[in-house]
């Protein structure tokens, strides 16, 4: 298998030996009618419980926010980003204290992501599967799959670099008035889940509440079935330091990559 990078021909990683990082809200705003997604990063669910499910307490209360509090549960966990939901119908059906049974229920839940750093690429089988797959790019770089978690680190790396160099340039990549005291940057890599607005979970259902709530966790991996061409390999890099996560003030940042270079197909 291979990630494949569509590009112009003058920004190839072999030719520039730079790469970019866009923010989830930079795609949201993009030019490119090929690659514009103006719901980057978030997501509108209408979400429909057919006959009995059984749902983890846990997920119940992220699931509603903490709008409904079941026996003595008055604390919910928080999820990275806006989150929201508005009930239509719910229905309980008993439960103890690890599960509750809802029955034909349905709810609409929102979900935006934190804006933070992404690199986007294909996963593809072999070299001319990334041909076409957006008509306007006139070029394309590779590197093997097997590199995916290696290219994330040095990409983390590189990012820390850089969000350091511009706080002492005045180039600021972060709030300056953030200390970058322990700062580190924490990469997560994986394909993007392409799911429909409507999710049917039942008790016969393969994907089920606990899928659900595991693949929304996460909205920078998720895009709606429209996009599934794209095959998406999506690399999104988390800034920490201390105990704070930092959101990128800049909608992008051009990386000094020559050191990966050696890696391009």
């Known amino acids: 298998?291979?990630?494949?990078?569509?590009?112009?021909?003058?920004?190839?990683?072999?030719?520039?030996?730079?790469?970019?990082?866009?923010?989830?809200?930079?795609?949201?705003?993009?030019?490119?009618?090929?690659?514009?997604?103006?719901?980057?990063?978030?997501?509108?669910?209408?979400?429909k419980f057919d006959g009995v499910v059984e749902i983890e307490r846990r997920w119940f209360s992220l699931m509603f926010q903490g709008v409904i509090h079941i026996g003595d549960d008055e604390h919910h966990p928080q999820i990275p980003g806006a989150m929201s939901a508005i009930i239509h119908n719910l229905e309980f059906d008993g439960g103890d204290e690890q599960i509750i049974k809802v029955r034909n229920s349905s709810a609409s839940i929102h979900r935006e992501a934190q804006n933070e750093f992404i690199f986007c690429m294909s996963q593809v089988r072999k070299l001319r599967d990334a041909v076409g797959l957006f008509p306007d790019y006139d070029d394309c770089w590779y590197v093997t799959a097997t590199k995916a978690h290696d290219l994330g680190l040095a990409l983390s790396v590189l990012?820390?670099?850089?969000?350091?160099?511009?706080?002492?340039?005045?180039?600021?990549?972060?709030?300056p008035n953030i200390s970058l005291v322990n700062l580190s940057v924490h990469c997560r890599h994986e394909l993007v889940s392409y799911l429909g607005r409507e999710i049917h979970i039942s008790?016969?259902?393969?994907?089920?509440?606990?899928?659900?709530?595991?693949?929304?966790?996460?909205?920078?991996?998720?895009?709606?079935?429209?996009?599934l061409p794209e095959k998406e390999y999506r690399f999104s890099f988390t800034i920490v330091a201390g105990d704070k996560i930092l959101i990128p003030i800049v909608d992008n940042v051009i990386l000094n990559a020559e050191q990966l270079v050696s890696w391009a197909l």
């Open 159 to 175: 990012l820390r670099d850089r969000i350091i160099s511009g706080r002492q340039s005045g180039n600021h990549i972060v709030d």
């Open 1 to 47: 298998m291979l990630l494949a990078k569509n590009c112009f021909t003058k920004d190839n990683l072999k030719t520039r030996k730079t790469i970019k990082l866009g923010t989830l809200y930079e795609y949201r705003k993009i030019e490119s009618a090929q690659i514009v997604d103006n719901g980057e990063g978030t997501y509108s669910f209408l979400l």
């Open 203 to 227: 008790d016969a259902s393969a994907f089920t509440a606990d899928h659900f709530m595991r693949k929304i966790w996460d909205m920078a991996f998720v895009k709606p079935p429209s996009f």
